[in-house]
């Protein structure tokens, strides 16, 4: 009974096929085709949502005192702020006012080893005042992603990785 029934739809299918113009040959070209545009689409539409992405983040960053106040502040000891040597050194730094005293930027690293992404954390003082500069980077919070794998590390190990690549630019 089950092998009939198989028989009948392979039949079937080939009858349609025939009867149409088509050969399997064609219908799989013209199936892979179809699938190789829908990729590209989906590709450009990821663009496209990236960089919006990006822009609503400019925005929101330009428009929160908190993260312009870090943004502004010059990296201790150098003659650069937090948003130059972020801006100069990654691609893609999102920015996010995370509870009104604490300040995250994340962006993708390229270019130094296996590192892909980092996470620098900014506190506030219970007064409100930025510590991303209180005269030393300990009350910067850190973290790196390499090979996929997260880790925490210091605020200052991931500014210095920072400031070596801003440095070699």
């Not at 009858?15 to 450009?44: A, H, N, Q, R």
């Not at 992405?53 to 937090?82: A, W």
């Not at 050194?89 to 130094?112: F, L």
Request: hydrophobic share 40%; proline share 1%; with cysteine.
């Amino acid at each position: 009974m089950i092998s009939w029934v198989l028989k009948r739809n392979v039949l079937l299918i080939f009858t349609i096929l025939f009867l149409t113009g088509c050969s399997l040959d064609e219908t799989i070209k013209e199936g892979k085709s179809v699938l190789e545009k829908g990729e590209e689409v989906l590709e450009k539409g990821e663009e496209v949502a990236a960089n919006l992405n990006n822009k609503v983040n400019k925005v929101t960053s330009i428009l929160d005192g908190n993260i312009r106040e870090v943004q502004n502040t010059k990296v201790f000891e150098e003659d650069f702020t937090f948003k130059e040597l972020i801006d100069n050194t990654t691609q893609n730094p999102i920015w996010k006012n995370e509870s009104g005293d604490y300040v995250t930027v994340q962006a993708e690293v390229n270019g130094y080893d296996d590192l892909e992404e980092i996470i620098l954390g900014f506190p506030y003082s219970e007064e409100g005042i930025s510590l991303a500069n209180a005269g030393v980077f300990t009350s910067i919070e850190g973290a790196i992603k390499v090979n996929g794998q997260s880790q925490e590390v210091s605020g200052d190990a991931v500014l210095a990785i920072l400031i070596e690549i801003y440095e070699k630019k």
